[in-house]
């Protein structure tokens, strides 16, 4: 993990650093085979025996500390090996969050010198991970600071100056994280600023937080946990990680292999630290495709999950390496990146496995090979179930979206969930809408719940009002139309008319409660105003 030089340390510093009584260092010696073995005696010593700081810090590392000795201001999930890294570099741990949001809030404009903030909150990203992850960079950072001026991953401006970055490092030094868990906080931090400094970035970069968390819990709901997963195109590597926090909240194990592809060497970097300041263990991410043809180096039947966003309609990627288009291997050719991407995905799930892929909403009724592929996908028993969402959850677009989410083929067809949460959501900010945890909780809650039914022997029409499983001949008769507000409302599919109107109602009343509290926060605006003038007596 790390060796801090060849520093030396006696039984007495372990127990003051590690936060713990002095013979609780000689019990570890004792009743662990495994605890480091000591060097010769330490010139001058009060005790005969010293141990190299590096060795001990990993062996502390794998100790947990029990709630019930956790000191104020730890998470669970502290090992001793935090408090003894902090010990060993004098700084009062636990202090990571407050000083990166003092130096991406506040002290932003001093701190960025004439980066773009963008290009700073990127800076800030790597610099968190190298604290939690590369002791022997960070080290190196620390001691001469020019170092991390020309480190080529961290990629900066020549103009950024040296003394900026000098006081960013040492001003993040002298507040280390209590845990990894507090660099992980800071990180998504850091990540959620940078989606709203960057608009463009925000939209081609990361998935919704609130849309990568339904996608993640409900595949989590599942089953076992995947023992391996896969995204093909995973940006920044928000869904991967969205998996590892569902799958820990459930208690299981993280999994064995963790694959990603994505084409951008940007967003593949923070999709990198993000996985593993998230518990991924040695993910193996590397560039790949924009669209299937490129032929991503990954066989066929392998994965046990696949969690994917991929490109909508082609868009502006910049490729790392060349493509070369070659036969597809799909089940029509449709010419949309995002059914090449569905079937690629369907292609790529074992036997048992489940997938959930982010489509637009205009996949569930396009006509030509789009419709024949979701006329494969209904009678081989393939797609598991659609949910749509609310539109604005992007933040450049008002593209609404849904979730596809699919099993290996079954040879029949086979009933089907429809999912209708596009009345859900609200505005957090002008032009983007998120869902809460409640709308999340709700989703999630409607999938698991028909599934749980389903593999018990019970029946399980839906939940009124939000999702109803709908047979393959109802759906036959749509002409293989699959759009969850059609199929939602009502044991019979609603005319085309009656679904317009009802759904223009609906936009009409939330359009005219948004329309009130805007006015409210005008007249508001206006009064405040009135009142600053009559204080000038204007």
């Known amino acids: 993990m790390t060796d801090f030089g060849e520093r030396l340390v006696s039984r007495s510093d372990i127990a003051r650093m590690a936060g713990v009584k002095r013979p609780a260092v000689t019990n570890w010696e004792r009743r662990h085979t495994d605890f480091p073995t000591p060097v ?100 190196r950072y620390v001691e001469d600071p020019a170092v991390a001026l020309v480190d080529p991953d961290l990629d900066l401006p020549v103009e950024y100056d040296r003394l900026s970055l000098a006081d960013v490092i040492r001003f993040l030094d002298r507040n280390p994280p209590a845990s990894r868990d507090e660099s992980r906080q800071a990180f998504d931090r850091l990540l959620s600023l940078l989606r709203d400094a960057d608009a463009r970035a925000a939209d081609e970069f990361f998935t919704p937080p609130s849309v990568s968390r339904v996608m993640a819990r409900s595949l989590a709901a599942q089953g076992p946990p995947a023992r391996r997963l896969y995204d093909p195109f995973c940006r920044s590597g928000e869904l991967l990680c969205a998996y590892l926090d569902a799958i820990a909240e459930r208690g299981g194990d993280a999994p064995e292999e963790i694959t990603g592809r994505e084409p951008r060497k940007a967003a593949l970097r923070l999709a990198r630290m993000n996985v593993l300041l998230h518990g991924g263990r040695r993910p193996r991410l590397a560039p790949g495709p924009v669209r299937p043809e490129g032929d991503p180096p990954d066989p066929p039947g392998m994965f046990d999950a696949v969690l994917t966003n991929p490109p909508f309609g082609g868009g502006n990627v910049i490729v790392v390496g060349e493509e070369k288009p070659r036969e597809p291997w799909h089940y029509a050719r449709t010419h949309s990146p995002q059914f090449d991407w569905l079937q690629y995905v369907l292609s790529r799930l074992a036997p048992g496995g489940r997938a959930a892929v982010l489509m637009p909403s205009g996949a569930s009724f396009q006509g030509g090979a789009e419709r ?167």
């Open 40 to 139: 010769a005696p330490e010139s001058g010593g009060p005790e005969p025996e010293a141990f190299r700081a590096g060795d001990v810090l990993t062996w502390l590392s794998g100790r947990t500390i029990p709630a019930n000795a956790l000191q104020p201001g730890e998470p669970a999930g502290t090992t001793y090996g935090d408090r003894f890294r902090a010990g060993l570099r004098g700084n009062r741990s636990g202090s990571l969050l407050s000083a990166v949001e003092q130096l991406a809030g506040r002290d932003a404009a001093r701190f960025a010198g004439r980066l773009r903030m963008p290009d700073y909150l990127n800076l800030l990203l790597s610099l968190v991970f190298f604290q939690s992850h590369e002791d022997k960079r960070w080290a």
């Open 372 to 538: 024949h592929v979701r006329a494969y996908l209904l009678e081989n028993g393939a797609l598991d179930c659609v949910m749509a969402l609310p539109s604005q959850l992007f933040e450049r677009t008002r593209i609404q979206t849904q979730i596809w989410f699919l099993r290996p083929p079954r040879g029949r067809a086979e009933q089907v969930l429809f999912v209708d949460g596009a009345g859900l959501g609200h505005m957090a900010s002008r032009y983007r809408r998120s869902l809460s945890d409640d709308d999340v909780d709700r989703l999630v809650r409607a999938y698991a719940s028909w599934h749980e039914a389903r593999d018990s022997g019970r029946d399980h029409a839906g939940i009124p009002g939000l999702s109803r499983a709908v047979r393959p001949e109802e759906i036959v008769a749509l002409d293989y139309r699959m759009d969850p507000p059609l199929l939602v409302h009502g044991d019979a599919p609603m005319e085309a008319a009656d679904r317009d109107a009802t759904t223009a109602r609906d936009r009409l009343a939330r359009l005219s409660k948004e329309l009130g509290r805007l006015s409210a926060r005008a007249r508001a605006a206006d009064s405040a105003v009135e009142e600053r003038l009559r204080r000038y007596g204007l």
